[in-house]
């Protein structure tokens, strides 16, 4: 169990920054702290680290980035993503966060690239919803694991110590208030403690802990948490018991689109490029565009709690060509295709009366006649095409965004005001900037605030 003590520690050995967590944020931190000359210790459960960070598609939101002049995205700013994140929480967003997150990601992203050798591509071939710009960035292996494994690089590089197996448990503060070691349990249930000068809670959310979720996020509880097993909210439960600052726990990244039973993440372009999502009576239910995370709920809703991702060769072809996760769905025989709506129905098991009049109404929409009961605007959408593609899928929970807030140094607020002294938050730690609702969630916000506030962390925690 997670635990706060005030004894007095005997520390194994003592570094300038201790840091919990070997994801994104983590490392981000671990290497900004340790460009300016403090000895830096990662603390990482697992034995070998990934995180949410290896599972994700690694795309990260930045703005105003020379990666983005290169393809010839001049136009964009921090004020224009802040305002595209603001509207996708209708207002609801921390907006201090949410300029600190918008103001320091590109900076972020260009230092990991000049500092840290990590290589950034723009993609250009769809917008997400929300995003007014082309500003998504990847490695050019466009996978959460590349980015993970090239930070891992990174890290070995600058000469980082990364602990493994070494589950933080107990936080050790003085009278004072200050953070002055970390208690480990090791393999063989033996136990350490790590002395710090400045402590640095990059471990995520608590995605991984059911009875959490039940708490804060009930309308998700049922569906598949489909984010790192590790993230059990180590983070939330030391911080209510030293009085941090906590907020918008009911916020979370939903995703509407993982193949069923695979468990595999069907990109959310594939909507974008003009599929449409039916229920098992072969209806479409909502308008696609809203937004992937929101779409979790709206799956969860419909009779099993599934729907049909449909689509046709051209979208398939899209798909395969830039997408590993789609090629591993392809793979696990997850994707169906039929000659026609008739054969469709057959391999699907859906209506096949049913679906044929749900694909003729898409295909006049997507030509042009009629409008959308369901708000959809299908206009520069080409018609979807035989031979007909479907993937099953359901809705999830990947991540939670809410947690402890930070000030613009990335320490971490008192819920009675100030802020401790010496201990940060970052990434999935720290309150994101999606707001109290799984609608808030712009895709990108999850890497976003691993990457801007673990540089925020790790620049300011070396300062002793
Ligand atoms: C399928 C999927 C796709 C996604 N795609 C995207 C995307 O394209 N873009 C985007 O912005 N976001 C995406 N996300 C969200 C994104 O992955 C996370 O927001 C981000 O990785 C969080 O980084 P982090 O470093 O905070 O956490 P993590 O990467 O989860 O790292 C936290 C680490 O802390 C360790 N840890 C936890 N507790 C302890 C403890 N007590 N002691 C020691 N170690 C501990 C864990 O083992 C883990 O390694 C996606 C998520 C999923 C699940």
Redesign the pocket.
Known sequence: M?EVSLATPTPDFTADVVI???????LTAALAAAENGSEVVV????AS?????S??????PAPGTRFQHAIGVTDDTAELFFSDLKAKTYGQLDERLARLAAENIAPAMEWLADRCGVEWHVLDDFLYPGHARHRMHAVPEKT?AALEARLLAAAAEAGITIVTE????TLFFDEAGKAVAVGLKRPGNTTEVIGCGNLIL???GYGGNQQLVAEHIPQIAGGQY???A???G?ALTWGEALGAEIKHLSGY?GHGSLAHPHGI?ISWALMMQGAVQLNNEGRRFSNEMGGYSEQAVKVLNQPDGIAWNIYDAQRHNFLVNGFPDYCEAVGAGAIHCGADAAELAKVTCLPELILASTLAEVQALASGVGSDALGRDFTGVTPLKAPYYAVKVTGAL??TQGGLVIDNTARVHRADGGTFMNLYAS???ACGVSGPAVEGYL??????T?IAFGYLAGRNACVV
């Open positions: 997670p919990i967590g070997a994801g994104a944020s983590g603390l990482e459960r697992d680290p990934s995180g949410s960070t599972m994700s598609s690694g795309f990260v959460g070494a589950l933080a448990e990059a471990c995520n489909y984010g790192h590790g993230n059990t180590h990244q993440l990947f991540h990434g999935g730690a895709s990108g916000n999850g890497l976003l691993a």
